[in-house]
């Protein structure tokens, strides 16, 4: 439970971080971890529809640093 309430709260702050500053640079997130990490967080923030837009426009970008088990990303 606690976990989705962690979720929920990164994607909110991630929300309006995009809505306040809807004509800056893009927005860079850092996910640590393996190919699972990845798949997974992006996965979950394109459940946001103003996440989405920002994706697919552009303006919000990923950078992995790779932490996983076998480091197959490295």
């Not at 809807?22 to 971890?33: L, N, P, Q, S």
């Not at 992995?64 to 088990?69: F, I, R, S, V």
């Amino acid at each position: 439970m606690l976990e989705s309430q962690e979720r929920q709260n990164c994607l909110r702050q991630l929300e309006a971080a995009v809505k306040e500053n809807a004509k800056a640079t893009t927005k860079v997130i850092c996910i640590m971890g393996g190919d699972g990490s990845l798949a997974t967080t992006i996965k979950f923030l394109r459940t946001s529809p103003s996440i989405e837009q920002c994706l697919q426009r552009g303006r919000l970008s990923f950078c992995m640093l790779p932490l996983g088990t076998g480091n197959d990303c490295a």
